[in-house]
């Protein structure tokens, strides 16, 4: 086990609405990311925070967004929910930069979405 | 575009046998490139990573190979076991990992036969 939770494990929703996804990092990380893993398909980087601040953006849009909280856990917030929205959706939290020996990120379990 | 390509896409082997999983890659600006292993229903877990100023690592029965003038790098699971079984991905990254994005492969399903 990594130390990463994510909530919740599942979660159904129907196109259109709007959905908040959780994660708490591992003790002592400071950064979190966020990846969406299609069915069969390898994880696809949203974003990443650090200290609070988005720290890289993949190719997603806006209707994709996060926030990071002074305890360093996570949220990632979809609106407007789309069908292809369906898929798995892993946190991954990591050290400090440049320290030698932190340059793992370590994922949760993820929270699997399924949009109707 | 995709920027890291990953072969073969299953594989099935023998108790015992040596397992190989290969990665290319285009961007000479990766500078960390860890191997995950992902169970069903689990998120990927960190098996190996390698830096491009090595050609090598091993630990106990995983080795990365690295080949930085071909852009290429693969695993090799020796005296492969069924609790092995499992999808694997490589990935790459230019921000030395812990603050980069990684950019995963699409994974290859390993399947040890008894």
């Known amino acids: 086990e990594t130390g990463v939770t994510q909530s919740p494990t599942h979660l159904i929703k129907t196109r259109g609405q709007q959905v908040t996804l959780r994660c708490s990092s591992q003790?002592?990380?400071?950064?979190v990311s966020w990846y969406q893993q299609a069915l069969g398909q390898g994880p696809q980087f949203i974003f990443q925070?650090?200290?609070?601040?988005?720290?890289g953006r993949g190719n997603f849009p806006p209707r994709f967004s996060g926030l990071q909280f002074p305890n360093y856990s996570s949220e990632l917030n979809v609106n407007a929910l789309e069908l292809d929205d369906s898929a798995l959706y892993l946190c991954?939290?990591?050290?400090?930069?440049?320290?030698?020996?932190?340059?793992?990120?370590?994922f949760g379990p993820g929270t699997r979405l399924t949009v109707l | 575009q995709q920027q890291v390509k990953q072969s073969p896409q299953s594989l099935i082997v023998q108790k015992g046998g040596i397992s190989i999983i290969n990665c290319a890659y285009e961007?000479?600006?990766?500078?960390?490139f860890p191997w995950y292993q992902q169970f069903p229903g689990k998120g990927p877990a960190l098996l190996i990573a390698?830096?491009?100023?090595?050609s090598e690592k091993k630990e106990g029965r995983f080795t990365i190979s690295f080949n930085k003038s071909a852009k290429q790098f693969s695993l090799h699971i020796m005296d492969s076991q069924p609790g092995d079984s499992a999808t694997y991905f490589c990935?790459?990254?230019?921000?030395?990992?812990?603050?980069?994005?990684?950019?995963f492969g699409k994974g290859t399903k390993l399947s040890v036969k008894p």
């Open positions: 991954a939290s990591s050290g400090d930069r440049g320290r030698l020996g932190t340059d793992t990120q370590y």
């Open positions: 003790s002592g990380h400071n950064t």
């Open positions: 925070y650090y200290r609070e601040e988005e720290n």
């Open positions: 961007n000479t600006a990766f500078d960390y």
């Open positions: 390698i830096r491009p100023d090595v």
């Open positions: 990935a790459a990254s230019n921000r030395g990992g812990s603050q980069g994005n990684l950019i």
